[in-house]
């Protein structure tokens, strides 16, 4: 999807965006055009809902862990219902990144800047932030020492197929392995 941010009444603007992107519209790509502060909105909210996503799913995982459900086999059954789609539905170390914790961030500075507490997403932070120290309690638990260990850490990027370390959750669990 493509978001533009203008000002109401700069139509030259909107012609100009509308040639810019004309191939990526005409191949079927949805374009908004709105104000500025709400296509700001649209995109911090729009990566503080996958962020959401990610903090659910690996609390979820915590859940299941206990209650001996498989949540690789629930995230599956989740994902069959169209409305939540199987997208960020994968558990693991949390997010990172360059967008999803700047921008997470972002929104809850701006709506403590207004007099709006978003308890809610300062909850996705902190299960985040927790998700390395739980792979580390894993670990404990299945070598009972890690003194003397060797561990491979595979996927040290945020995300598949990038080289991208930014905010990477690999990085912190690294540290405190090491």
């Known amino acids: 999807r493509i978001v ?20 990526m519209i005409d ?9 500025v ?6 995109k911090y ?11 659910f799913i690996n609390e979820l995982a915590e859940f299941c862990e206990l209650s001996g ?8 059954g989740m994902g069959l219902d169209k409305r939540i789609g199987n997208t960020f539905l994968e558990a693991g170390l949390g997010f990172g990144g360059s967008c999803l914790p700047k921008d997470l961030g ?8 207004l007099g709006f507490d978003f308890k809610l997403l300062k909850e996705v932070q902190k299960i985040n932030k927790r998700q390395p120290g739980r792979m580390i309690q894993k670990l404990k638990k ?24 930014r905010e990477a959750p690999s990085l912190e669990l690294i540290t405190s392995l090491v």
Request: hydrophobic share 40%; aromatic share 6%.
């Open 27 to 35: 191949s079927g790509v949805p374009i908004q055009y709105t104000d």
């Open 37 to 42: 502060r709400s296509a700001e909105v649209i």
């Open 4 to 23: 533009i941010g203008i000002e109401p009444d700069d139509l030259g603007v909107k012609k100009s965006m509308d040639k810019l992107y004309r191939p």
């Open 142 to 165: 299945h070598l009972i020492q890690l003194r003397g260990k060797t561990v491979a850490i595979w996927g040290l990027s945020f995300k598949p197929k990038t080289d991208d370390l």
């Open 45 to 55: 909210a729009s990566n503080a809902f996958l962020a959401t996503r990610i903090s």
């Open 69 to 76: 459900a498989d949540i690789k086999t629930v995230a599956k």
């Open 106 to 113: 972002a929104l809850i500075e701006k709506g403590g800047a």
